[in-house]
């Protein structure tokens, strides 16, 4: 397995005048007058994406063939928002907020995936969470006449909250409050002005950590095989560099197996990379969803399907958007002809939330 850590690596974060994203800039590969081909990628800091441990391994543009220029954003909205003013090529994002752009006419198309089941219910331990009750309902029945903390408006944690409430009848009785990063909404928690939270693994992790929380609903059962993300990227890029996406996602798909394989020392290097989190808060965030693959499976697509007509319910879309409008397969089969691996899990190492 090619991946390894980079001992001399430095980025510079650099702000760029625009408040829903970050650019990455490689300081090294411009000293040294590097020519490669420059590829805009948008990620979230959701660190068991690829993208973190692509960003941690030294040899990944050499690999690859030009120079990624990383932009780190709050939320699948605003990557949809950098697309539609033409500031990415590609991109990491769940896929309702994709389908809420290409409603809109913003032209990207999903060309793999990456993760399922990545949205999960947190909050503080004096709740009742699924160890308790496996009755959702019930569980959010606790929280009426109370907030509950999502992401952005949107996104794909946003909108199964929204679902999750009016399906079951408490779209009145319970406020959801939208934050533009998801670290907010971890904080919110902390201080009681969210008595819950929807997001991430890795939000449910720092909740436990920081909140003395628990998982209070976990990620295979709020929405089985929901699309967590996947690799989107700008129709007239994939026109022109169909090539360049492929050698991407070969890269994709070889960090998804090194996550499986080796989660340890994957915790290790995202956690090293990032700086701000140890191995153990990665490696739990890890194995909270184990599930991990680029392949995009019937189930992934089926899943994805499910959403289209819940933005359209919801009016977060006005048409029934065609699966041909929001999947390419030809590129992921090709690369990942083999049977999908979400269903493997991790090896080695097994955990409960």
């Not at 690999?63 to 949809?80: D, H, N, Y």
């Not at 140890?278 to 969803?289: A, K, P």
């Not at 048409?319 to 979400?342: G, T």
């Amino acid at each position: 397995m090619p991946l390894q850590q980079e001992s001399d690596h430095f980025t510079v974060l650099d702000s760029r005048g625009h408040d829903d994203y970050y650019d990455y800039t490689d300081i090294f590969l411009s000293a040294r007058g590097s020519q490669l081909m420059k590829i805009r990628i948008g990620h979230l800091s959701t660190f068991y994406h690829t993208s973190i441990l692509l960003m941690a391994t030294s040899d990944t543009d050499s690999r690859f063939g030009a120079e990624i220029e990383w932009r780190l954003m709050g939320t699948g909205p605003a990557i949809m928002k950098a697309f539609g003013r033409g500031e990415l090529d590609m991109a990491y994002i769940g896929l309702p907020p994709a389908i809420i752009g290409i409603d809109q006419g913003i032209k990207v198309i999903c060309v793999a995936g990456g993760h399922v089941e990545g949205t999960v219910i947190a909050g503080k331990s004096q709740w009742t969470g699924f160890h308790e009750s496996d009755d959702l309902g019930m569980i959010l029945s606790q929280f009426r006449g109370r907030k509950i903390g999502v992401p952005g408006r949107g996104s794909i944690h946003d909108v199964i909250l929204y679902d999750c409430i009016e399906r079951l009848g408490f779209a009145r009785d319970i406020e959801i409050v939208n934050y533009p990063w998801a670290d907010l909404v971890t904080e919110a928690v902390v201080r009681d002005e969210v008595s819950a939270a929807v997001g991430t693994p890795a939000l449910a992790v720092a909740i436990k950590r920081f909140a003395a929380g628990k998982v209070l609903y976990p990620p295979s059962s709020l929405w089985p095989n929901n699309p967590s993300y996947g690799i989107v990227v700008d129709t007239g890029y994939l026109s022109r560099e169909t090539t360049m996406v492929e050698k991407f996602l070969r890269l994709h798909e070889e960090a998804t197996e090194f996550i499986r394989k080796r989660p340890a020392e994957a915790a290790r290097m995202i956690a090293d990379y990032i700086g701000i989190v140890d191995e153990r808060f990665v490696l739990d965030t890890i194995m909270l969803s184990p599930k991990y693959c680029a392949q995009l499976t019937d189930g992934y697509v089926s899943a994805t399907m499910k959403f289209v007509t819940v933005l359209k319910k919801l009016g977060y879309i006005g048409s029934d958007v065609e699966r041909e409008r929001i999947f390419h397969h030809d590129l992921i089969a090709r690369i990942h002809p083999e049977r999908e691996h979400y269903s493997d899990g991790i090896d080695s190492l097994r955990t409960t939330p």
